[in-house]
């Protein structure tokens, strides 16, 4: 398998602008995380989908996070309007019930 | 409030020498316990786990103990490789969570010299 796969790698935008995040999980993974790294906070927990369901979205910063999981195989995790302060790797997870989760590569967003 | 708390952000090690991470947290309900390791810019990595029902858990170098009344627990590497050299997390989920929600601890980095 080739794991948790994330797009883009990199990504800069400008404030105000919308920025949409892609993860695509481990085939028969039944949980996907949302995490963000930032130097201040380390890593959270943003978000986390059962079976395509979302479970937990408390750690979501604000309205202007949105995360969907339309099918086993693809989520989103969109910031609108995207702001400096979000500037942070995020990254996506997946695992099977009470396994260990297995993260992506992370996407590196700098709004400027 | 952090949950999980490693206190030391980076901890230097000559190779062959033991290095021995730590991880404090304060939620009696976190009843299992995992460690990650990050290369730079790469995904966090699992690396070994522990369940509230053992003290001590080992996998070949690495070694997790845990002190459940202390609420504190720490990772072994011995002997430390230079391709140790990597950021360190701690992680705990809470009972019922089967480990799935997970607070991790700010990471240390942990550096080994040749």
């Known amino acids: 398998d080739a794991g948790v796969i994330q797009s883009p790698r990199h990504e800069v935008t400008e404030m105000g602008q919308e920025v949409t995040l892609r993860c695509k999980p481990i085939?028969?993974?039944?949980?996907l995380f949302w995490y963000r790294q930032t130097m201040m906070r380390g890593l959270e927990l943003l978000i986390y989908?059962?079976?395509?369901?979302?479970?937990?979205d408390s750690g979501m910063p604000e309205d202007r996070f949105s995360a969907k999981m339309p099918n086993a195989s693809f989520s989103t995790l969109k910031i609108q309007p995207s702001e400096p302060r979000d500037s942070a790797v995020y990254f996506c997870a997946s695992s099977l019930v009470g396994g260990e989760q297995f993260f992506g590569p992370g996407t590196r967003l700098t709004v400027l | 409030d952090q949950q999980v708390k490693q206190n030391s952000p980076s901890l230097s090690v000559q190779e062959g020498r033991i290095s021995i991470l730590n991880c404090d947290y304060t939620?009696?309900?976190?009843?299992?316990f995992l460690w990650y390791k990050k290369y730079p810019a790469e995904g966090p990595t699992f690396l070994i786990s522990i369940s509230s029902i053992k003290d001590k858990n080992e996998d070949g170098r690495f070694t997790v103990f845990l002190n459940k009344s202390a609420k504190h627990l720490s990772l072994h590497i011995v002997p430390s490789q230079p391709g140790d050299s990597a950021v360190y997390f701690c992680?705990?989920?809470?009972?019922?969570?089967?480990?799935?929600?997970?607070?991790f601890g700010g990471g240390t980095r942990l550096m080994v010299k040749p």
């Open positions: 992680a705990a989920s809470e009972v019922g969570n089967a480990g799935n929600m997970l607070t």
């Open positions: 989908f059962n079976n395509n369901v979302p479970i937990d």
């Open positions: 939620n009696s309900m976190f009843d299992y």
């Open positions: 085939s028969g993974h039944d949980y």
